[in-house]
């Protein structure tokens, strides 16, 4: 079982719905990261959140909304996604506002299929 | 901009084997590095983080040496065991380690 607790597992969408990954940690970190990962691919970083403020966005498209309503909890709005937006979608958490030297603590992720 | 090559892409060994896996990385202005295992999937698990200030890391049957000034990083598996099966990868953080960058990962067969 891992730290971090991400829900759903699985996700299938249409194009032209909207949906919402949510991600929760209780371990008191202070930054949360999301993470795409393509089949046989690696990780790519997102968007970083730092005391629940934005503080990286990876020129990511605006039909990836994220959102930090608190410390614990990480959201990833969904809408009007493409078929290349399938992947495994990973979130994560490190202590302190600015990771450093402090590991990141990944969730077993979201596998989004877009139809 | 940062890239981060690991090889062997796919290595096949046989129960007890000791083993080397390899990372580089092209700029060496990182704040550290870091070693995860991916089991099929899941997400990452962390096995090693090594400061940029710090030349290696042990861990259980893991050792991870950094030599930042050539851009190289290597994770050493002393008696490999069928349980260490798994995709390693290699991750170098900058801005603050906050900004990750990965390899492509090696895959890792241990046969019994």
């Known amino acids: 079982d891992t730290e971090v607790t991400q829900t759903p597992k699985h996700l299938v969408m249409g194009m032209t719905n909207k949906k919402s990954l949510k991600c929760e940690q209780h371990?008191?970190?202070?930054?949360m990261y999301w993470y795409k990962q393509k089949a046989k691919k690696p990780p790519e970083l997102m968007f970083v959140y730092s005391y629940e403020k934005l503080s990286i966005n990876e020129s990511v498209p605006s039909r990836f909304s994220p959102e930090c309503p608190n410390s614990s909890l990480l959201n990833l709005h969904l809408h009007a996604l493409q078929p290349e937006d399938s992947a495994l979608y990973l979130c994560a958490s490190s202590q302190g506002a600015e990771a450093r030297n402090q590991p990141q603590h990944f969730g077993d992720g979201t596998r989004l299929s877009i139809l | 901009k940062q890239e981060v090559t690991q090889i062997p892409a796919a290595l096949s060994v046989p129960e007890g084997e000791n083993l080397v896996l390899n990372c580089s990385f092209t700029?060496?202005?990182?704040?550290?590095l870091q070693w995860f295992r991916q089991d099929p999937g899941k997400g990452l698990t962390s096995l090693l983080l090594i400061q940029s200030s710090q030349r290696e890391q042990t861990s259980g049957r893991l050792n991870a040496s950094l030599d930042k000034s050539s851009g190289r990083s290597t994770l050493y598996i002393a008696a490999s065991q069928p349980g260490d099966s798994a995709t390693y990868l290699c991750a170098v953080g900058g801005e603050y380690g906050n900004k990750l960058v990965f390899g492509a990962g090696t895959i890792l067969r241990v046969k019994s």
């Open positions: 700029d060496s202005a990182i704040y550290n």
């Open positions: 371990m008191g970190h202070r930054a």
